[in-house]
């Protein structure tokens, strides 16, 4: 089994920034992906941005492209979402997820899910 752990949601005005961590624990993988999702109330999940852990490679969905910043830290097993120039839309429950084999964007892909983190965006 995997554990994700994630943390750094929060509230910010619109413009601002917050970084959110996800950190794994537990089994580990050869070729694996995590990946950023979110939920807004009365809206499906999707992804914000996802990375591949063996070379690093990001996607970003065009909504965030130039605003979010996706990395990881091998060494600590942990993936960071750096968020900029925060919008009201972007408010929503954040999701850390992890999938065994190549970066997806589809949701149903990953098999495991963090807890979820409140990121809240005021106009």
């Known amino acids: 089994q995997v554990q994700l752990v994630e943390s750094g949601g929060g509230l910010v005005q619109a413009g601002g920034s917050l970084r959110l961590s996800c950190a794994a624990s537990g089994r580990t993988f050869n070729n694996y992906a995590m990946g950023w999702f979110r939920q807004a109330p009365g809206k499906e999940r999707e992804v914000v941005a996802a990375?591949?852990?063996?070379?690093?490679?990001?996607y970003y969905a065009d909504s965030v492209k130039g605003r979010f910043t996706i990395s990881r830290d091998n060494a600590k097993n942990t993936v960071y979402l750096q968020m900029n120039s925060l919008k009201p839309e972007d408010t929503a429950v954040y999701y850390c997820?992890?999938?065994?084999?190549?970066?997806?964007?589809?949701?149903?892909?990953?098999?495991?899910w963090g807890q979820g983190t409140q990121v809240t965006v005021s106009s």
């Open positions: 990375i591949s852990w063996s070379n690093g490679s990001p």
């Open positions: 997820a992890l999938r065994r084999g190549w970066l997806t964007t589809t949701v149903t892909s990953y098999d495991y």
